[in-house]
């Protein structure tokens, strides 16, 4: 099982099995009365694609660490009343229902809770350099990557446009 570091802020990227329960145990802080949890899992199809029987995710590790950090920074500005944020995603072959990304916040309220959760995502998913390979019943190709980045980027390659919100 994968275990948080110390401290308010949790991210990373694993090959182990990902479960939302120890995530949202975890940003529960006695300042907090609101967590948001997203867990992304994986579908059993996609557009124009029935049958998906897998998902391969490959990331390149220190330039997804280092976006993770930068969201959860970009977040905290935003926000500032956040107690804790988790930005956790998997590699490695999944199936369907397992979990492939794991998004927690907590906060004083709900609606800083649930605005940062919504634009972690959307931001991990955006520039985070990871990358997903589908197979389906009559197929397999690589799926959209970050707008940013290609597979076996170097550092300098990767962009980190400002988050957006609203």
């Known amino acids: 099982m994968i275990v ?13 099995c990902l479960s939302f329960g120890p995530v949202a145990d975890w940003a529960v802080v006695p300042g907090c009365g609101a967590v ?19 998902l391969e995710y490959e ?3 220190a330039g997804a660490l280092s976006a993770l950090g930068d969201i959860v920074c970009e977040l905290r500005h935003t926000w500032p009343v956040l107690g804790r944020v988790a930005l956790v995603h998997r ?8 979990i492939s990304v794991v998004v927690a916040v907590s906060a004083p309220h709900r609606p800083e809770a649930f605005d940062a959760a919504r634009c972690g995502i959307d931001a991990l998913k955006q520039r985070a350099p990871i990358w997903k390979r589908e197979t389906w019943e009559n197929g397999r190709a690589w799926g959209d990557a970050p707008r940013h980045a290609g597979p076996g980027a170097s550092p300098g390659q990767i962009r980190s446009p400002k988050l957006v919100v609203g």
């Open 91 to 98: 590699t490695g072959l999944l199936s369907p229902e397992e």
């Open 4 to 16: 948080p570091p110390p401290g308010d802020d949790w991210v990373a990227v694993t090959s182990e």
């Open 59 to 61: 990331a390149y590790e």
């Open 36 to 54: 948001v949890v997203f867990a992304g899992t994986v579908r059993d199809h996609a557009e124009g694609r029935p049958g998906v029987v897998s």
